[in-house]
């Protein structure tokens, strides 16, 4: 079956640690994206990537950081320079954008926390 | 920035009832798409609706827009104790930078058995 897979589901981070969410999909799919979800809210984009080794900014991408070395793969780093990281962090992808955005395919998510 | 805003933020129904919930935005789409998130899990793509529709079904799923409004309105009918769920708005920008989906934050529906 064709999906994106989110690990781990649950991750605690101690204080000035570096901590890596992983993202992968197989559906063959030239964009994905990074969002924070924080409880009773909607998503807020961090990151997101139209294609291979290029990656853009989006609303809140201060204190995070990301890769793309893979199409298959989309890589967040939570920094220590996230001040206030305890959230829901969502990964998705979609067919690249053309004249108009797609629909987006969702992992189940990470639950981050602050040991 | 969130664009599109749902209307009521919770809703609480009895199974078979109707459900109706609410989307206002604020600039020119291109298209507008629902979906739905079960608690702990990742949004679920449900409908999409381009800016020059009016209405599209999907099983027992009926969505409007009306873009002189700037609001689009998803019905759920005959409603199941299994759809109970987040429902989120995404409004897709006709114009700007940066062009991404903007979600907004969602009404919560319960369907009582």
């Known amino acids: 079956d064709g999906g994106i897979t989110q690990s781990p589901k649950y991750l605690f981070r101690k204080e000035g640690q570096n901590v890596t969410l992983s993202c992968e999909q197989n559906?063959?799919?030239?964009?994905m994206y990074w969002y924070r979800q924080d409880p009773g809210q909607g998503l807020r984009l961090i990151y997101y990537?139209?294609?291979?080794?290029?990656?853009q900014k989006g609303d809140i991408a201060e204190g995070y950081s990301v890769s793309r070395e893979k199409k298959e793969s989309f890589p967040l780093t939570v920094t220590s320079a996230q001040k206030n990281p305890t959230a829901f962090y969502l990964c998705?992808?979609?067919?690249?954008?053309?004249?108009?955005?797609?629909?987006?395919?969702f992992g189940d998510g990470t639950r981050l926390s602050i040991l | 920035s969130q664009q599109g805003e749902e209307d009521p933020q919770a809703l609480s129904i009895q199974e078979g009832e109707n459900a109706t919930m609410n989307c206002s935005y604020k600039t020119s789409i291109n298209n507008l798409q629902w979906y739905r998130q079960n608690s702990g899990r990742g949004l679920v793509h449900l409908i999409l609706i381009r800016s020059n529709e009016r209405e599209k079904h999907s099983g027992r799923l009926r969505v409007t827009l009306d873009t002189s409004k700037k609001s689009s309105s998803l019905l759920i009918t005959a409603s199941r104790a299994a759809d109970t769920a987040s429902y989120f708005c995404a409004t897709d920008p006709a114009s700007g930078s940066a062009r991404q989906l903007t979600f907004g934050s969602g009404t919560q529906l319960t369907v009582l058995p």
């Open positions: 559906l063959n799919h030239d964009a």
């Open positions: 990537s139209q294609i291979v080794n290029d990656f």
């Open positions: 998705a992808s979609s067919m690249r954008p053309g004249p108009q955005n797609q629909p987006q395919h």
